[in-house]
């Protein structure tokens, strides 16, 4: 008998205003080789077979943009486009509220300016957060790593071999999801990504390869980057 595939829904976060970029525009709305930013990134999960459902969190204001780029690029599998919150985990609890419409199993929450990520990743992680209930890519960190004091002072070092970088998508099985967010309501906490608010709630997170291309578009060195890489795409 052929086990039942676990529907899979995407939160993409795209709620960011991109100060540090010094854009008129925010980034994830920066068109690269004739698509929004936000498009090359949807249309990785869009073409992803396992991916059934995806909602798109964006600022206010910008919610009939990205509807229209969902008209123009054919987006299937967007269901809503909704408006986000003041916080990041505010804006993934906006979106979740919409998302739970279409019942799924396996939540993955990804950075919207992440628009190099690739199918083999998305995959991994989805295997990874039915086996373990919560997966995350992570890369190596290749540099010496160091404390900052007072005054800019190098206070100590931290063990490179024990760090790595945490990448997106990020991957949970609904209960574990639903329960951190719902923890981090009720303790009033804030994380920088969802795989915090996994650990707070006592869940273990499983760490999976990442990929060193899927860069997350935060400075001008990034943008020159990732243009020359979707370039050869």
């Not at 039942?4 to 068109?31: F, I, S, T, W």
């Not at 009939?64 to 985990?89: F, I």
């Amino acid at each position: 008998m052929k086990k039942q595939k676990l529907r899979v829904g995407v939160l993409l976060p795209a709620a960011g205003e991109g100060r540090r970029m010094g854009m008129n525009v925010p980034k994830q709305y920066l068109h690269l080789h004739g698509k929004p930013l936000l498009v090359h990134t949807v249309l990785h999960f869009e073409r992803c077979e396992e991916i059934d459902d995806i909602v798109i969190i964006v600022s206010k204001g910008f919610e009939n943009r990205v509807r229209r780029y969902v008209k123009k690029y054919s987006l299937k599998k967007v269901r809503s486009v909704v408006t986000g919150g003041e916080r990041r985990q505010d804006s993934v609890a906006n979106g979740w509220q919409d998302l739970k419409k279409y019942f799924p199993e396996i939540i993955l929450v990804h950075d919207a300016v992440r628009p190099l990520i690739t199918e083999k990743l998305i995959q991994a992680v989805i295997f990874s957060a039915k086996k373990f209930g919560a997966a995350v890519p992570v890369i190596q960190e290749n540099n010496t790593m160091c404390v900052m004091g007072k005054g800019n002072v190098v206070s100590g070092y931290l063990s490179r071999e024990k760090m790595r970088i945490i990448q997106t998508p990020q991957g949970f099985k609904k209960e574990i999801f639903v329960k951190s967010l719902q923890n981090a309501i009720a303790k009033k906490t804030a994380a920088t990504d969802e795989s915090s608010l996994v650990f707070q709630a006592g869940y273990p997170v499983k760490a999976v390869e990442g990929l060193r291309l899927n860069i997350k578009l935060t400075t001008k060195e990034d943008l020159l980057i990732i243009k020359n890489i979707l370039r050869t795409q």
